[in-house]
């Protein structure tokens, strides 16, 4: 069984993601467990803010999985520097999620339209649109990145019956903050 994800990139770029449904819950510790080797990486390949750098600067993929209860995201982010210095979280090294549970499109935020932000060395989940209620995350570095893995229960998202063919909308971008102040990159 899998549910079908559309992902946009800025409204430019879009295409079906495949996710494939599990029966192996992944532990939410940001790290890669076995389970995730199952599932294939989607690369974030679009600069959405600030200039090209090097893959060592900036880089990051994603995985994705789901039951009956939850919508897993495992996201690898590959940069130099980690940032945690600013009052406003896109300024700083930072990963959003966008889910749209209807996969309408709207131009702004509908009731079923959620933004979750998890920055860089930071406990806080930071909506902009939508309830944290269960919604579960763990951010661990490593000597050239960070891991973010996360846990969305349907029940939060509004989706109560997640099924097969179902199509939904969903974004993963990534802020970058080489040196501290505002945001140096951002992709999708």
Avoid: M
Avoid at 109 to 127: E, V
Avoid at 134 to 162: C, H, M, Q, S
Avoid at 177 to 185: A, H, S, T, V
């Amino acid at each position: 069984i899998t549910l079908s994800f559309f992902c946009s990139s800025n409204g430019n770029s879009q295409s079906v993601l495949q996710i494939k449904n599990t029966n192996s819950v992944p532990v939410i510790d940001g790290n890669l467990d076995a389970i995730w080797n199952n599932y294939n990486a989607e690369n974030l390949e679009k600069l959405l803010s600030g200039n090209a750098v090097s893959n060592s600067d900036l880089s990051a993929w994603f995985k994705a999985t789901w039951d009956q209860d939850n919508l897993y995201i495992l996201v690898f982010v590959t940069d130099e520097s980690k940032i945690n210095d600013s009052g406003d979280v896109w300024w700083d090294d930072a990963v959003e999620i966008y889910i749209d549970i209807e996969n309408n499109k709207l131009t702004s935020y509908g009731s079923t339209d959620y933004q979750y932000t998890f920055r860089w060395n930071d406990l806080t989940i930071h909506p902009n649109n939508g309830g944290t209620e269960n919604v579960d995350f763990k951010i661990t570095g490593r000597p050239n990145g960070y891991t973010l893995e996360t846990k969305f229960p349907w029940a939060t998202l509004g989706e109560r019956n997640p099924k097969n063919g179902t199509l939904l909308g969903l974004d993963v971008h990534v802020h970058d903050d080489d040196d501290g102040g505002e945001r140096d990159n951002k992709i999708s």
